[in-house]
């Protein structure tokens, strides 16, 4: 008996886990991203433990996957098409692509579900999925980018194009997009990955901070106080009990199978990242805003700022300065109180600083016995110069500056040597570059008709 609950537990322990697909070494570049969807359920190996990530997939095999993202459990009540019968393993996931207008049938009723996908026809499925299209000129935007563009379907070029831009699909190092070539099942999960962070099924989520976007497929899903940075999908799997979200920033909007859904605001909870150089007001009494500063080349020292429109509001964090500075990349809870005890919180993110290179640009003019340097920065749009260094011209270009002094932008020298020359603006961010002088001659001294120089004795 004690041996037979042994062996019930383990078999419960290898069914409630995932596991690794034994032939993931074929599919090493997307091993990944495949084990993540696999994860959440979205894919499944064959009988032996394999994946076959190098196998162009069927369109049943796509289509399963595509239902199982949207999240349909209906069943087929009858033939979804001519060429796929009752009873089969992609029956439902056909009829529920069909009903959903995710794949349309054929002049002849049919589906060809053996049939293996082709690029184009996986990048029309997931317009279809997520809705997506072009807005402009599709066929400009293929054929700039890619030389093969006129292989796509003109019926399929705004389709194509609106997955190609929003990420999904990638072109190729030549500057090609293959519409016509197959899909392997690893490709088609590199493709979601690209572009899917997480889905979200039943259940409450709280405090996400998300960069790419997500899927709600289920019913019965709260997202509080979170930071979707691109989009929100909510497919067809969540309409018997839609999504409520609140307290929620979505960086590119919900695109939503099921109808509008409202981004909802209460008073206890407020979450924002902002960006440059702008202000948004949520509910009384805050406003957030964050500034970059102007220092020539660098956009470090971000400086976020709460306002309290409220006098009744203090700032309890931060040692109560509406003020919080980033150096790197970071983010910031500012805790605000009333004096009835309410709560307010804002989530400040700051994900982008980064260090520009002001590529500085010297000219050098020579005489038999000077060399004229003009030292100049090539952006336009950056702040003025605050200094300019240079060392005396016995320097070596590995030493650090030193013996330096402040000039102008023009100077003069005599001497040959390796001059360091670099900027400095008003945080202290330095550039430099370095300039050998050779060639140059000693001036001659003209001594005719003066008179000798004699000792005092």
């Not at 383990?10 to 697909?21: G, K, M, P, R």
């Not at 000129?137 to 831009?165: H, Q, R």
């Not at 990638?170 to 016509?180: A, C, H, I, S, V």
């Not at 100049?376 to 500056?401: H, M, R």
């Amino acid at each position: 008996m004690k041996k037979f609950l042994w062996i019930t537990l383990i078999l419960l322990i290898f069914c409630s886990q995932s596991y690794a697909f034994w032939d993931e070494s074929t599919f090493i570049w997307a091993k990944d991203a495949v084990n993540k969807w696999q994860d959440k359920g979205i894919i499944s190996g064959y009988e032996d433990g394999s994946f076959r990530g190098k196998n162009p997939i069927t369109r049943a095999e796509l289509l399963s996957i595509v239902n199982h993202l949207n999240g349909t459990k209906e069943k087929a009540v009858k033939r979804p098409a001519n060429d796929v019968a009752e009873g089969l393993w992609f029956t439902d996931s056909v009829a529920m692509a069909v009903n959903h207008q995710i794949i349309a049938l054929n002049e002849n009723g049919n589906i060809r579900p053996y049939e293996y996908a082709t690029r184009e026809e996986t990048m029309v499925i997931l317009a279809n999925l997520f809705q997506i299209e072009y807005e402009k000129d599709a066929n400009t935007y293929l054929t700039t980018n890619f030389s093969d563009a006129d292989e796509v379907a003109a019926e399929n070029k705004t389709k194509v194009a609106g997955v190609v831009e929003f990420g999904f699909v990638k072109g190729y190092p030549d500057g090609t997009l293959r519409p016509l070539q197959y899909v392997t099942r690893a490709e088609l999960i590199a493709m979601l990955d690209n572009c899917i962070e997480d889905i979200y099924g039943k259940g409450t989520y709280a405090n996400q901070i998300v960069a790419k976007s997500i899927v709600i497929n289920d019913k019965d899903v709260e997202l509080q106080r979170s930071e979707i940075k691109d989009k929100i999908f909510v497919m067809d799997g969540a309409k018997e009990n839609p999504p409520y979200i609140v307290n929620t920033n979505v960086g590119k909007g919900i695109h939503s199978r099921i109808g509008d859904i409202e981004i909802r605001r209460e008073d206890e909870w407020e979450t924002l990242t902002e960006k440059e150089d702008s202000e948004k007001i949520y509910t009384d009494p805050l406003i957030a805003s964050i500034r970059y500063s102007e220092t020539s080349w660098t956009n470090e020292d971000v400086i976020v700022t709460l306002k309290l429109e409220d006098k009744d509001y203090e700032i309890v964090n931060n040692g109560g300065k509406n003020k919080y500075t980033f150096e790197t990349n970071g983010e910031f809870t500012f805790i605000c109180k009333n004096s009835a005890g309410k709560t307010v919180k804002f989530l400040t993110e700051v994900d982008y600083i980064d260090r520009i290179s002001p590529r500085l640009v010297a000219a050098v003019a020579k005489t038999e016995t000077s060399a004229v340097v003009t030292v100049a920065v090539s952006e336009d749009d950056l702040s003025p110069i605050a200094k300019i260094a240079y060392t005396d011209g016995k320097t070596t270009a590995s030493a650090a500056l030193r013996g330096t002094k402040i000039i102008d932008n023009t100077f003069t020298v005599t001497e040959d040597g390796i001059y360091t020359i670099a900027v400095e603006d008003e945080a202290g961010n330095e550039e430099r570059i370095y300039i050998n002088i050779t060639g140059l001659k000693e001036p001659t001294v003209d001594t005719a008709g003066t008179e000798p120089i004699v000792p005092v004795l």
